[in-house]
């Protein structure tokens, strides 16, 4: 900084050339801090959008295989990976079948899983066997899950009644105790299914 007097009116003026290196230091500690707070909200922000548009590719498939059972009287036997049903859904009025956001991750405890898939079992409903059906994906957020992967997949055999979903996540253990309240070790063994 430096002053000029004026000799008019007996004024000092002070003009600015540019920042000082405190001011410039503040100021990229201030936007070292607001980028530490934001990162970790952006990258579960994508989470979460992945899972809303895996519960929008879900329910699209939904609609088919009910709109097949209504033409056929059943849904596909077959159970696994959409891949394995692709020719029933397109017969259904599917153009494309929808493949995971996260084409890259892997989650364990999925029958009939292939990485970048969601996967279809029937079910049996009201004593009826291939009743009914689930579609499973894996979910990167508590928020949009409503079970939990303990080992023990849902299978052909699995009566609609005993399908227990989790409303409350816990991050301790993995169980699910068939009263809505679910825990699990790591973000692998969430899931969100879609039963009918």
Do not use: H
């Not at 990258?43 to 699209?60: F, L, T, W, Y």
């Not at 996260?102 to 364990?108: A, C, G, K, L, Q």
């Not at 049996?124 to 009914?132: E, H, Q, V, Y």
């Amino acid at each position: 900084m430096f002053s000029k007097k004026n000799k008019k009116k007996g004024l000092v003026l002070f003009t600015r050339k540019g920042f000082t290196l405190i001011e410039m230091l503040i100021v990229i500690v201030i936007i070292g801090i607001l980028a530490a707070a934001l990162i970790p909200r952006l990258s579960s922000a994508r989470g979460r959008a992945n899972d809303v548009a895996r519960k929008a590719d879900v329910a699209q498939v939904a609609a088919a295989l009910v709109s097949y059972q209504i033409d056929r009287g059943s849904f596909p036997s077959s159970a696994g990976a959409l891949t394995l049903i692709s020719g029933n859904l397109i017969s259904a009025g599917m153009s494309a079948i929808p493949e995971d956001p996260n084409t890259s991750r892997v989650f364990d405890g999925i029958a009939w899983w292939s990485t970048g898939q969601y996967s279809y079992t029937p079910i049996t409903k009201s004593w009826i066997p291939a009743n009914g059906f689930i579609l499973m994906a894996g979910s990167e957020t508590e928020w949009w899950s409503n079970w939990i992967s303990t080992g023990n997949n849902i299978s052909s055999s699995t009566d609609y009644v005993n399908i227990k979903l989790c409303k409350i996540f816990t991050k301790w253990t993995a169980s699910n105790d068939g009263n809505g309240n679910c825990g699990y070790v790591n973000l692998s063994q969430l899931r969100y299914i879609y039963l009918y």
